[in-house]
């Protein structure tokens, strides 16, 4: 009896019954459930109604659970519905000030004068300048000295020459010369990347002493179909150039990625994103920034610090909604749309920068046409010249900085300084975040710094615009 109960003391922890009591007869001869007749013997082992084992809560973090796909819908849900509220309320208090043909006006302030549009088309003479300084470099007709000097001081032209013409042309429109000085901008880099490249061409076939190509041969294998190789200086070609300052990239290449074909539903469904999205931004723009920047400016006015920061963080809601409409806009179906059309190869504009969890990572992989351009051609040249890492990182941070109050302060007129403060408070702000914050909690101080902290640099150019130029009219 003795080894009978040890045997179903073993089965019982391991879960079975022994194999002489896993089936019983009755008094007829059938067979009995295991339930049967327990209340008689008292032997049978609990192991087959267990329900219970060693586990943690879904919640816990060493549960190893990642799957919160109904929370997230759930966040959206809200965030909808906390929306749609505000959108109601807007409309009842405002009515509906959605005008696209006001938009015009932003850009025109005479419809027979185009200040933007011609300032633009001027710039095609650097553009031109630019390609015939190389093909004197690579004739040898000019000195590789003489050369460098005049690309800087076409390159400083391409910056000043627009910014002069934006203070001396009084109809020229704020909306207007943030178009025109971003196009002289992107000119600026395209033009830069143009430059070393081709400085470095020249640089590896000195060094493997090899005769230069015949231009007719430049010639036949730039026509070729996409298969051809280019080579310099057959690259030297306005055909190549322009091919480039039109590609959605600022990192010039002597032959580029090219996709076989144009994809038209893909290409169709790009174009169908970017006429609803910026409408989209136009009705957001005008229905819900512009009252609630109007209604901002008495509290600035008074100096009542809670009611500034009240309405700062109001409008940095509505201001973030726009930043991330406007990121889609123009880094997916824009950029996909002139890529398809000219069929370039390399379509990683962004990268997940959502998931950032430092400051750095963020900057790095937002916007990846800049960030290849900085890592290319300055970055890494910095590094070559001796600077260390960190000093080379502020450089970057402090460039950027440069080019955001370029395109802020000149169409506006004055200079505060608020975007060149913003961009070079992220310095610190990346160390810190870096230093102290890890994982989810980084993600989150990348989110706060995006919705409460470029937003607000941008609202308060607003507000000084509006002060400076219609607080005394009203």
């Known amino acids: 009896m003795g080894e009978r109960g040890a045997a179903a003391a073993a089965a019982a922890a391991a879960g079975t019954a022994p194999v002489g009591t896993r089936k019983r007869r009755g008094a007829g001869g059938t067979r009995q459930s295991p339930g049967a007749g327990q209340g008689d013997s008292g032997e ?55 005008d696209p043909i006001q938009v015009i006006s932003l850009f025109l302030k005479d419809p027979y004068s185009w200040p933007s549009l011609c300032l633009v088309l001027v710039a ?66 395209k033009l830069f ?15 493997a002493h090899s005769p230069a190509p015949e231009t007719a041969g430049a010639k036949k294998a730039n026509g070729a179909v996409g298969l051809k190789v280019v080579t310099y200086p057959a690259n030297l070609t306005y055909r190549n150039l322009y091919y480039f300052l039109f590609a959605p990239t600022l990192c010039y290449e002597l032959n580029f990625p090219r996709s ?19 409408q989209l931004l136009v009705g957001l723009i005008q229905q ?36 991330l409409i406007f990121f889609y806009w123009f880094f997916h179906s824009c950029l996909n749309v002139v890529a398809e059309v000219m069929q370039f190869g390399d379509r990683e ?5 959502w998931n950032s969890e430092s400051v750095t990572y963020f900057w790095q992989n937002w916007n990846i046409p800049v960030h290849k351009w900085c890592l290319r051609h300055f970055y890494k040249p910095l590094l070559k010249w001796g600077a260390n890492k960190w000093l080379a990182q502020i450089a970057v941070f402090l460039t950027s900085a440069f080019f955001h109050e370029y395109l802020v302060s000149v169409p506006l007129k004055m200079f505060r ?32 710094s995006l919705i409460i902290g470029q937003p607000i640099a941008v609202l308060m150019y607003v507000h000084d615009y509006y002060v400076l130029n219609y607080e005394g009219t009203q």
């Open 44 to 98: 049978e082992p609990d192991g087959d109604f267990r329900c219970h084992k060693v586990q943690e809560s879904l919640l816990s973090s060493s549960s190893g659970y990642s799957n919160y796909r109904g929370v997230l819908n759930w966040c959206v849900v809200m965030l909808i519905l906390s929306n749609a509220r505000l959108f109601l309320e807007n409309l009842i208090k405002y009515g509906i000030l959605v």
């Open 124 to 189: 095609n003479v650097f553009v031109v300048v630019a390609l015939a300084l190389e093909r004197r470099l690579a004739e040898g007709s000019l000195s590789e000295g003489l050369g460098a000097a005049l690309h800087t001081l076409n390159l400083l032209a391409i910056l000043c020459f627009p910014a002069g013409i934006v203070f001396i042309v009084t109809s020229i429109t704020p909306v207007g010369a943030v178009f025109a000085l971003a196009v002289y901008t992107i000119i600026f880099l």
């Open 193 to 207: 990347s143009f430059r070393d490249v081709n400085k470095w061409c020249r640089e590896r076939r000195r060094r």
């Open 260 to 278: 076989p074909r144009v994809r038209k539903r893909f290409l169709l469904r790009r174009l169908l994103e970017m006429l609803f999205l910026i």
């Open 288 to 323: 819900w920034m512009v009252p609630t920047i109007q209604n901002s400016m008495k509290p600035f006015r008074d100096m009542d610090y809670s009611r500034i920061m009240e309405r700062l963080l109001k409008l940095a809601v509505p201001n973030h909604l726009i930043w």
């Open 349 to 353: 504009f962004y990268r997940d920068w």
């Open 417 to 448: 300084l608020w975007a060149f403060m913003g961009m070079a408070a992220q310095i610190p702000l990346a160390w810190l975040v870096s230093r102290f914050l890890r994982g989810n909690y980084g993600n989150a101080a990348v989110w706060i």
